[in-house]
């Protein structure tokens, strides 16, 4: 079966520094891949997806990058963290866009 | 630009009622809906998806309906248990074939035993 994972579960990082949050797909070939960010008492928003390696696109225009490095793999990046990147980040996947996504456990990223 | 919004914001009910939680979207060229669940601090749980061919899907006490010409679809949640209790969340994925799915704000369920 398919599984996903997110890591870190928690974060906490100062304002200014770098960000590396890394989700991984296991059980499935080519799936397509998407970041999302839940800000408080706001809905999901769609930050980046990717249909294979190394292709990504960008939703909203943010202070983020996201890389595709391998298949299954998929890092969602900061060189510098504003406060306004504080929120839970949540990596899904599905098999084709028409088909349902799955979600990862996220990510609570805090900047302090 | 597509909005999607959901009533109410939360519910309380009491265990064993039959409840519907109602989803709207204002464009109706879909191409399809799904219903999500999200325990606190938790991602999301797929529940349901709807083809936009399609009328209706069921899976155990859950039954999600739309009616894409009115920009609405519900689900129905049969015999609520404490278990239940989440918040959920519908999703809409527009017509274009894009992939910004557009999510709802979400309906915060509280199921009292």
């Known amino acids: 079966s398919q599984t996903i994972h997110q890591w870190p579960a928690t974060l906490v990082q100062p304002v200014g520094s770098p960000l590396s949050l890394e989700c991984t797909v296991e059980g499935t070939s080519n799936p397509n891949l998407y970041w999302y960010r839940q800000a408080a008492g706001r809905g999901l928003q769609l930050l980046f997806y990717?249909?294979?390696?190394?292709?990504i696109s960008s939703e909203v225009p943010q202070n983020l990058s996201a890389s595709r490095p391998q298949d299954r793999q998929f890092i969602l990046s900061s060189k510098k963290l504003l406060l306004s990147d504080s929120g839970f980040y949540l990596c899904?996947?599905?098999?084709?866009?028409?088909?349902?996504?799955?979600f990862g456990d996220g990510t609570r990223l805090s900047i302090l | 630009k597509q909005e999607v919004t959901q009533i109410p914001a939360a519910l309380s009910v009491p265990e064993g009622e039959n409840l519907v939680l109602n989803c709207s979207f204002t464009d109706s060229a879909i191409y399809n809906l799904q219903w999500f669940r999200q325990d606190p601090g938790k991602g999301l749980t797929s529940l349901l998806l709807?083809?936009?061919?399609?009328r209706e899907q069921t899976s155990g006490r859950l039954n999600a309906s739309l009616d894409k010409s009115s920009g609405r679809s519900t689900l129905y949640i049969a015999a609520s248990q404490p278990g239940d209790s989440a918040t959920y969340l519908c999703?809409?994925?527009?017509?274009?074939?894009?992939?910004?799915?557009?999510f709802g704000p979400g309906t915060r369920l509280s199921v009292l035993p």
């Open positions: 999703a809409v994925r527009p017509g274009n074939y894009g992939q910004n799915f557009v």
């Open positions: 709807i083809q936009s061919s399609q």
């Open positions: 990717s249909v294979g390696i190394g292709q």
């Open positions: 899904a996947w599905s098999v084709t866009p028409g088909q349902p996504q799955h």
